[in-house]
């Protein structure tokens, strides 16, 4: 989905360092989220974010932070990496509703494959 | 957490025929979404089917729901080469608005 736009789209780092992954949307949807994939266990939320101000812890939180800094962008940074966190990471966005079925549809961009070594 | 479990893991088919897979999930859900992935690509949403719905169509796809059993299938029909992706269910927890995710089924189609 050319909407969502994730950089970089393949990275390969050392164990130790910081990395940034940026997800930026135009969609205008008001959620956005980090999810990571790794094979044979589907997808697994790490943060979401349903406005600027308004972060949220997922499933998988510890070793990651995210940054919200604008509604159109969600960044998730890995602030010592280990091997473990090697896995296809993706963003997705989503628009809210005010009703009591609030799941709407989520838009993925085509992921960040990152390798640690 | 893992809620939506597909089944089966992998499917392999002739152009042609008809694909079904199945999801099975363990507590009460709002609605029902199903997500397709070409490899290398990020996922696609297909249909949201609600819990007070039992089947919905789109195109060639047709999704039925089982609230009582907890369990949902996928339905293609006539498949083709371009099918050929991985098929990932997703359920919510009423408590947080999150969507959990199924391991997805693998759909193979031979020509």
């Known amino acids: 989905d050319a909407d969502v736009t994730q950089t970089p789209r393949n990275r390969i780092t050392k164990t130790g360092k910081r990395i940034m992954l940026e997800c930026s949307q135009t969609k205008g949807h008001d959620r956005m989220y980090w999810y990571r994939q790794d094979p044979g266990l589907g997808l697994r939320l790490i943060y979401y974010?349903?406005?600027?101000?308004?972060?949220n812890k997922g499933e998988i939180s510890d070793g990651y932070s995210v940054s919200r800094q604008a509604q159109a962008k969600f960044s998730l940074s890995l602030e010592s990496a280990i091997p473990n966190q090697t896995a296809l990471y993706f963003c997705?966005?989503?628009?809210?509703?005010?009703?009591?079925?609030?799941?709407?549809?989520?838009?993925f961009g085509d992921g960040t494959r990152l390798s640690i070594l | 957490s893992q809620q939506g479990e597909e089944d089966p893991q992998a499917l392999s088919i002739q152009e042609g025929e008809n694909a079904t897979m199945n999801c099975s999930y363990k507590?009460?859900?709002?609605?029902l979404q199903w997500y397709r992935q070409n490899s290398g690509r990020g996922l696609v949403h297909l249909i949201l089917?609600?819990?007070n719905e039992r089947e919905k169509h789109s195109g060639r796809l047709r999704v039925t729901l089982d609230t009582s059993k907890k369990s949902s299938s996928l339905l293609i029909t006539a498949s083709r080469a371009a099918d050929t992706a991985s098929y990932f269910c997703?359920?919510?927890?009423?408590?947080?608005?999150?969507?959990?995710w199924g391991a997805g089924t693998k759909l193979i189609i031979k020509p």
């Open positions: 997703a359920t919510d927890e009423d408590s947080n608005y999150q969507l959990i």
């Open positions: 089917i609600r819990s």
């Open positions: 997705a966005t989503s628009h809210s509703r005010d009703s009591l079925e609030d799941n709407q549809p989520q838009h």
């Open positions: 507590t009460s859900i709002n609605n």
């Open positions: 974010s349903f406005d600027v101000k308004d972060i």
